[in-house]
């Protein structure tokens, strides 16, 4: 191996790019802030990651982020701490953004599962909970709010392991009851972590650790011990293998407000999350993260700063050093292009970026047509499985208002579709001049209305259509449910796929029932 390749080796090893998946509300900004501040990457929490009143600071460019004071975008956040560089990679909290989380899923090897130790598993945990066991990313869990009323943590990991059907290896146990927090036993070493909160929350807590202590110091000290021991004799240990499978999942106990146990995540991250290792090419091939550079572009969006009008596409690299000012082939059109301006992206502050490594996520500016899903590679042809899209179950007609606008109307309609704001679906050989959106909730609609009026001047109408249930079918089945009596419809995507539409479950059930030769596939995971 030549220094080049042992240098992109090292730099993969001490790659940890992850994301944190959870209900709204359960304290990911918080989180976010507080791992920056533990890395020493900011001075104070807050002052990066704008919390919910001040957001307008790092998300002006949308107008609907603002009024809804949701996150409707992923960031990426770079830091280094203790000679490991985190990608942290955020996910949006609505349901309706959906997609865009499992985008970040393609894109991460690890992630954290924060739950709210008083609500425990909430609807929309589990399914992004589940999207992860589908695609195997090992999943450590954080419970959060410890310092709030809530779940015993025995009854907490109960909960959990029942609803989350994987086993679970707590690596720290919380002291104190809910709401009474006192600090965790690190069940790695045994030592006890005594936290003592600091006023606001935005400075590091004050931590005692010590490694040998007896009941009669605190008896929520003894409580926690005798826990501890119920949980030893279950099997409950930590497996390197099986976390690494996604098959068990470690768990920590701690409160982002107060800081305690973020510590101790951010080391659990480090020592045990896996690095950047090889990926599974298209045809199941591992691709050596010291291959030639390869990455996969999991996100496209427009205008992040209103000052700069240009599309930037994260990519997430595989192999490969990247260096700014590389050309590179996009596999799907088989054009060059140049990843002129690489940005790293810390908040809204673009900093320039000569070069990056396995694991590394990159934000290039970029022109031309780049989609979600495209592999960007040097050398010989090779090409990452397509993103999988979530099933749409929301359908809306878009026809433009004003015709001396139409042009403008058509390329904002490409772009929303390239970006995967919402897909844009056409009935076949026609110029249909009203397609067809469809998406995971209505609000991906309202953003793509919103942006249609500010990026490209074009005002619409949006009108709700009925069907609430669609398959990816193929030419056959299409016929056959053009035929059918029953309502039904079907479109076709940029990308080529025939989706058969129908006005609810129960109709495609019958329809299903009916034609049983039919090809009806459900649109995630099948792309
Ligand atoms: P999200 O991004 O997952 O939606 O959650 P976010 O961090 O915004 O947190 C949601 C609320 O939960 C916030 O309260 C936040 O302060 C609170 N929170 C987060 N972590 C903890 C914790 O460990 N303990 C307790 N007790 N509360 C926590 P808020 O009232 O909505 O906002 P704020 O006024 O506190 O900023």
């Not at 865009?100 to 909430?122: F, H, Q």
């Not at 826990?227 to 497996?239: K, P, R, V």
């Amino acid at each position: 191996m030549d220094a080049d390749s042992r240098r992109v080796v090292h730099e993969a090893a001490r790659r940890r790019t992850f994301a944190i998946i959870s209900h709204p509300d359960a304290g990911k900004t918080t989180l976010t802030e507080k791992l920056l501040l533990y890395a020493g990457a900011v001075g104070e929490a807050g002052s990066v990651t704008a919390r919910k009143g001040r957001r307008a600071a790092t998300s002006d460019w949308m107008e609907v982020e603002r009024r809804r004071g949701i996150s409707v975008t992923s960031t990426v956040l770079r830091f280094e701490y203790a000679d490991v560089v985190f990608n942290l990679l955020d996910t949006p909290g609505h349901k309706d953004f959906s997609e865009d989380t499992l985008r970040v899923l393609a894109a991460v090897d690890s992630a954290v599962i924060l739950i709210d130790a008083a609500r425990g598993v909430e609807p929309q945990t589990e399914q992004l909970f589940q999207v992860a066991r589908a695609r195997g990313i090992p999943l450590m869990a954080f419970v959060n709010k410890y310092d709030r009323p809530g779940m015993e943590p025995l009854e907490i990991v109960d909960h959990l392991t029942e609803q989350l059907e994987l086993p679970l290896a707590p690596l720290t146990w919380p002291v104190g009851a809910p709401g009474e927090f006192r600090g965790v036993i690190n069940r790695r070493d045994g030592s006890f972590h005594e936290f003592t909160r600091v006023t606001g929350g935005s400075g590091i807590a004050l931590e005692h650790i010590v490694t040998d202590r007896g009941p009669e110091d605190d008896p929520a000290w003894a409580t926690a011990q005798e826990e501890l021991e119920l949980i030893d004799a279950t099997d409950s240990a930590f497996d390197a293998d099986a976390y690494g499978r996604g098959e068990l999942i470690p768990l920590l106990f701690g409160s982002a407000a107060w800081n305690f146990g973020v510590g101790l995540l951010l080391d659990a991250v480090r020592e045990l999350a896996p690095p950047a290792q090889p990926r599974a090419l298209e045809d199941g091939t591992p691709r050596a993260v010291e291959s030639p550079f390869a990455a996969l572009v999991f996100k496209v969006q427009a205008n992040m700063d209103p000052r700069h009008r240009d599309r930037v596409a994260f990519v997430r690299i595989c192999s490969g050093r990247f260096e700014r000012g590389m050309r590179v082939t996009n596999a799907r059109t088989g054009r060059t292009l140049a990843l002129s301006f690489a940005h790293e992206v810390f908040g809204q502050d673009r900093s320039s970026l000569d070069e990056a490594f396995p694991g590394d996520v990159v934000g290039v500016v970029i022109g031309g047509d780049v989609r979600v899903g495209d592999t960007l590679h040097l050398g010989a042809d090779v090409r990452f499985p397509a993103i999988p899209t979530l099933t749409p179950e929301s359908f809306a007609t878009v026809s433009n208002r004003d015709v001396s606008r139409h042009k403008q109307f058509r390329r904002g309609l490409e772009q929303l579709d390239q970006e995967g704001v919402v897909h844009v679906l056409r009935r076949e050989h026609t110029q249909d001049p009203v397609p067809v959106l469809a998406g995971v909730g209505p609000m991906q609609f309202e953003v793509a209305v919103e942006r249609l009026r500010t990026e490209f001047g074009a005002e619409v109408s949006l009108q709700m259509l009925e069907w609430k249930a669609a398959r990816r079918t193929d030419a056959d089945g299409a016929a056959k449910v053009l035929a059918d009596s029953g309502h039904t419809d079907v479109f076709v995507r940029a990308d080529g796929t025939q989706v058969a539409v129908f006005p609810n479950r129960f109709v495609l059930d019958r329809f299903a029932q009916r034609n049983p030769t039919v090809r009806l596939e459900r649109l995630i995971g099948a792309d």
